[in-house]
Antibody, heavy 120, light 108 residues
Framework: QVALRETGPALVKPTQTLTLTCSFS??????????VAWIRQPPGKALEWLAR???????YYKTSLKTRLTLSKDSSKNQVVLTMTNMDPEDSGTYFC????????????WGQGSLVSVSS | DIQMTQAPSSLSASVGDRVTITCRAS??????INWFQQRPGKAPKLLIY???HLQSGVPTRFSGSGSGTDFTLIVTGLQAEDSATYYC??????????FGQGTKVEIK
């Protein structure tokens, strides 16, 4: 079955770079139509879509964060890595990765989330 | 980017009630909208995709409708386990695919 898990630091300092890894199983990013997306949620606030990488290497980013976000994938390891530069306390929250596939055009499987705090 | 506006931001209803949540897009998105349920401390769960298609395993008391800019999620016969926050998300054209601000449903 499909499973995703986010890993990364629980605490980063302001101005540092955050690196999060999404490790997944049960599907392949070599399969046409598959994608992995990142969504975050500040404490007590709404979901915020951040970025997506497709099976063919296409990448999409939230417009206002485009200059700070970078996605990469290692299909052989079934991993997707999200980096976010110049972290700020307002970037604190839970970061989720999710599988999307074009049959649904929706995130049908999610990881449990990785809580990140930005503080000096 | 397309903006998604949900209403209400919160509601309180009794078990057995019919609950309606609306979502309005800032431009026409056809039927390209998904609905998610998020219980406290949990990851979101896909309920409905493409406006009205029920995701596998989701109870049939959940339904979705709408097209263009106005969409509705209906829960017919609210259950205690439906206490959660519900989000719409458009998936029109290429990303970014924005979420609404959420509707918190509480059980009286």
């Amino acid at each position: 079955q499909v499973a995703l898990r986010e890993t990364g630091p629980a605490l980063v300092k302001p101005t540092q770079t955050l690196t999060l890894t999404c490790s997944f199983s049960g599907f392949s990013l070599n399969t046409a139509g598959m994608s992995v997306a990142w969504i975050r949620q500040p404490p007590g606030k709404a979901l915020e879509w951040l970025a997506r990488i497709d099976w063919n290497g296409d990448k999409y980013y939230k417009t206002s964060l485009k200059t700070r976000l970078t996605l990469s994938k290692d299909s052989s390891k079934n991993q997707v890595v999200l980096t976010m530069t110049n972290m700020d306390p307002e970037d604190s929250g839970t970061y989720f990765c999710a599988r999307e596939w074009d049959l649904l055009d929706a995130a049908d499987h999610w990881g449990q989330g990785s809580l990140v705090s930005v503080s000096s | 980017d397309i903006q998604m506006t949900q209403a209400p931001s919160s509601l309180s209803a009794s078990v057995g009630d019919r609950v309606t949540i609306t979502c309005r897009a800032s431009q026409s998105i056809g039927r390209k909208i998904n609905w998610f349920q998020q219980r406290p401390g949990k990851a979101p769960k896909l309920l409905i995709y493409s406006a009205s298609h029920l995701q596998s395993g989701v109870p049939t008391r959940f339904s979705g409708s709408g097209s263009g800019t106005d969409f509705t999620l209906i829960v017919t016969g609210l259950q205690a386990e439906d206490s959660a926050t519900y989000y719409c998300q458009h998936n029109y054209a290429a990303p970014p695919w924005t979420f609404g601000q959420g509707t918190k449903v509480e059980i009286k």
